[in-house]
């Protein structure tokens, strides 16, 4: 009994010493510290500690912001062997391997925001990959896929044509690489003096059209002829019309009155008490021919917020366009002036008509798609809806595949999704692209079995149309912003039946041409 309590008394006196030691250095610590002044950091968590250290010191660089070796641009929380989490009012330095404490607000005085240190971040990355690009340092995305083990297989017959071309362009997609383009026109005052906004192609890739953001505001459009891509120094020529609009140009797309592509569709916004319009302009306005013999514009439909336009080419409903209005779908006739007004309960942020039978397929802010035959009278109600569909965010663009059996839909969650028409279900994904808030198109190369498109993040993603696999990721000459999202056109005849291959790329002042070695 004696022997136990020395014991007990002989613990709780060691206890008593080691928490006396303890405080003391704690008190020690809290002097040292005491004087100093700064900014305030942390260390990493480590895998063999549990504990986090906060000094003060004040760095005395700028620094960079989060690792670029991140598969997401926009990314600053990743190192290259786990994942670091994200503290309040800190963000991580991985050359440092240290956080370091953001400054509050948003201004332009503040030099460290969550903004700022993603943007660097997003350039570092550009800048490595444009780095490898000019050093061709591309690999093929599929193991073992080489030209000629498919001349092999395809010698051997165990590869059809249709399957040889589609892997014979996903090997040339890889070995793109890139050219400036020379843009020549008449006027030498015009080329290059305006930021691209949107470039679409006609059937034949001979010609794009243009829009162009002028500098005091407003907007210019031109016809850019295709037919010196294939030049050793590539050159085109770029014809302005004399039209000149200060609204904003929120949709266009070819039509097909006369001839086909003998026209163009545009959707301009309304500003203060003047109401939006769609024009439909002549594609010979934009000709080296005399200005003098130049017709003037066919029509234009006053309407309101118009979001979206498409040209039907279906015989049934020849010279009829239809445009996405805000909570409304107009189909017009431009020869005969009749209009057809369906309501829809969101916006329509994108549409095209399909060819085998006049039906048009919408794609809402709500995420709703859905088709319309547009021979039917106007019903109360939605019972004209024959199709619907539904995406979790709001719908882009779509675009119909040849069959007409699958719809191709974007949206705004950043989601690519193949939808099978018969079914009502979602047969394919598409990952990879990045968007938030932007309207952006989707390009559809069935007979090259591609898939592109352009992401918020301004990278151009190309997929394999038939696996979902993606091909490439390109980034843009220039630095990354939101009125220098690229626009890009794809074809593997770009300039006519017997033009060249690639992609075109219009970004800022500059037309780039992305061609096949």
Known sequence: MVLVCLSVRYAAAGAFFCWKETLSKMKRCYRRGKGKRGRRTATAPNHNTRTVRLEREEPQTPVHAGPSSSGDPSSSSLTQNSVVPE???????????????????????????????????MECKRLKLLEEEEKQKKKTTRAGLNSSMLLQKRQLGLLSSTSYCRLVHELKVNCMHRRKIEIHSPDSSVAGTNNFKIIVADVACEQIFTVNDVEHGGC??????????????????MYDNLYFTNRKVNSMCWASLTHPDSHVLLCLMGIAETPGCASL????????????????????FKISTAWSCAWCLNPQMSACFSTGLTRRVLVANVVTGRQQSFRTSSDVLAQQFATQAPVLYNGCRSGEIFSIDVRQRNRKGQSWKAIQLFHDSAVTSIRLLKAEHYLMAADMAGKIKLWDLRTAKCVKQY????????????????EEGLLTAVGQDCYTRIWSLQDAHLLRTIPSPHPSSKDAIPSVVFSSRLGGHRGVPGLLMAVKQDLYHFSYD
């Open 87 to 121: 503290l309040p009012g800190f963000y991580y330095d991985s050359d440092k391997n240290r956080y370091f404490r953001l400054l509050p607000g948003h201004n332009n005085y503040n030099p460290l925001t969550k903004e700022s240190i993603q943007y660097k971040a």
């Open 220 to 237: 210019k459009y031109g016809i850019i002829n295709l037919s010196g891509l294939g030049k050793e120094s590539p050159t085109v020529e």
């Open 281 to 300: 302009l002549p594609a010979s306005l934009f000709s080296s021919s005399n200005s003098g013999d130049r017709p003037g514009m066919l029509c234009s």
């Open 431 to 446: 990952k990879g692209h990045h968007n938030e808030y932007a309207i952006l198109p989707l390009h559809v190369n069935e």
